[in-house]
Nanobody
Framework: QVQLVESGGGLAQAGGSLRLSCAVS????????MGWFRQAPGKEREFVAV????????YYADSVKGRFAISRDNAKNTVYLQMNSLKPEDTAVYYC?????????????????WGQGTQVTVSE
């Protein structure tokens, strides 16, 4: 059974940095894209970033472009989200997700598996 486990969330000050990790356990037997989403209280879950299997193609939401960077290490079955220049509006629960396709999906319905989420809080 494939499971995703996020880590690395916490409290940061505005302008600071955090790095999230998402470890994929279990055998998938397939290649997959990995994405990050976030959900703030009272809001819908929104796309943040996605990376393809080989790691040579990425796509970001406009709100994080230039500040966040997604990467992956397939040898460790892990995807990362480096978050720099954090803003209070980045505060949310961050989720990683897997899509067993060759696309770079940006909507929640396109993903097949989800992690449980990790809280990121950015203070003024």
């Amino acid at each position: 059974q494939v499971q995703l486990v996020e880590s690395g969330g916490g409290l940061a000050q505005a302008g600071g940095s955090l790095r999230l990790s998402c470890a994929v356990s279990g055998r998938t037997w397939r290649t997959y894209a990995m994405g990050w989403f976030r959900q703030a209280p009272g809001k819908e879950r929104e796309f943040v970033a996605v990376i393809n299997w080989s790691g040579d193609s990425t796509y970001y939401a406009d709100s994080v472009k230039g500040r966040f960077a997604i990467s992956r290490d397939n040898a460790k079955n892990t995807v990362y989200l480096q978050m720099n220049s954090l803003k209070p509006e980045d505060t949310a629960v961050y989720y990683c997700a897997v899509d067993f396709s060759s696309r770079l999906p940006t909507t929640t319905t396109e993903y097949d598996l989800w992690g449980q989420g990790t809280q990121v809080t950015v203070s003024e």
